[in-house]
């Protein structure tokens, strides 16, 4: 959604409420938006949080291969039937 297009929307949504109503509408709006961002942190931390992700994503992927190859185990080998033709 464009931002033209989320304050028109905002604009109508909130016509119809009083001055103080609006004002506490958009009050409450712009602290969604504050609470939204993320939050600064520092190098490490980031490159802490980084690694974290990068590990649980390798254990991710190790797990799903895992499932892959017991699947493939389990499944019988699907080969092309021959053709008397050859």
Known sequence: MSFST???RRY????HLLKSDRMKS?????ESLL????KNVSRGEWQWAGD???IKE????RAREALS???HRL????????SSSC
């Open 75 to 82: 499944l019988p080998a699907m080969t092309p039937a021959l």
């Open 6 to 8: 989320t304050v028109v």
């Open 35 to 38: 609470t939204s961002l993320p």
């Open 26 to 30: 958009a009050e409450t709006h712009n």
């Open 58 to 61: 390798k254990a991710t992927m």
């Open 69 to 71: 190859a017991e699947r």
């Open 52 to 54: 974290l992700l990068r």
């Open 12 to 15: 109508f949504e909130t016509k």
